[in-house]
């Protein structure tokens, strides 16, 4: 079994790429304190590493 994460959107997007803007979508944030719980793989890691300014992670 992976380990499962909590990312939640702590800052707007506003002003920000629109790759990073496109990056908080594809994790699944609709709106700013929003929380996901995902499963840590590559891919997410990689994702949330685009975007540790804008978003807040501790494992669950």
Wanted: net charge positive; charged share 35%; glycine share 4%.
């Amino acid at each position: 079994m992976r380990k499962m994460i909590k990312i939640k959107w702590i800052k707007s997007a506003i002003g920000r790429s629109y790759k990073q803007k496109r990056t908080i979508r594809a994790l699944g944030l609709k709106r700013l304190n929003h929380e996901v719980t995902k499963e840590l793989t590559p891919q997410i890691e990689g994702m949330i590493r685009k975007v540790s300014h804008l978003v807040k992670v501790e494992e669950v």
